[in-house]
Structure formats: structure tokens, C-alpha cells
């Protein structure tokens, strides 16, 4: 399956659940990081969780290491990524650990 998006899945803290404020962070990063022209990219905020501790975002997969060096030198909000993928479906697996008494 090939595919132009890249997705990627966030930690966000301070939480922070309105999309258009963690929008303009990591583009605040990105311009900080690269400047105006390479701060300038194409992103997409598809999920912020209901309490703000998490967000889903859509880019390219060349620009997603872009998004991902710029979100870990900023400071606020700490954005960290969690998981990221060519296929939207992965992010929502967790893993999941069993104890013994489980099994």
C-alpha cells in the first residue's frame, strides 16, 4: 500500500484539547527550528483526545521528521511522539502486558 500521508501520534503535556492552540505551537517549533521557509509545511491535527493529553496529526514522511525534531526542542507544550505510521489504523493498537494471574 503506498502511500503520500504519514501519520503520527502524540503526547501532549500541559494538556491542552483545543487543536488550533497545539496547531500553532508546532508551528511556532517548526519556524524556530528551520525558519519561515522550512517551518512552512503541510499538516493536518486529525484527533485531539477529549482531555487533551493526546493528538493525531497527518503530514508527509518527509516532513514528519521535521515535525518530530521541532516538537522535541520546544518546551511548551511538551510534545512527545508516542507512534507513527504510513497507516492510520496502527496508531489506535496499544499494547497491551499481561500479568501472570491473567493467564
Known amino acids: 500500500m503506498n ?3 504519514h501519520y503520527m501520534r502524540f503526547l501532549v503535556s500541559p494538556k491542552t484539547a ?11 517549533a517548526l ?15 486529525l484527533w485531539v483526545a477529549e482531555d487533551g493529553n493526546e493528538m493525531v496529526l497527518r503530514t508527509t514522511k518527509e516532513d514528519s521528521t ?4 521541532a516538537v522535541t526542542s520546544a518546551s511548551t507544550p511538551r510534545i512527545s ?21 491473567d493467564l
Open 81 to 101: 511522539l508516542q507512534k507513527e505510521s504510513s497507516f492510520l489504523p496502527a496508531l489506535g493498537s496499544t499494547s497491551v502486558t499481561l500479568d501472570e494471574e
Open 66 to 69: 521535521k515535525i518530530v525534531a
Open 18 to 28: 483545543d487543536a488550533l492552540s497545539l496547531r500553532q505551537a508546532i508551528q511556532n
Open 31 to 45: 519556524v524556530q527550528t528551520f525558519g519561515i521557509v522550512g517551518g512552512s509545511i503541510y499538516l493536518d491535527i
Open 3 to 5: 502511500t503520500n500521508y
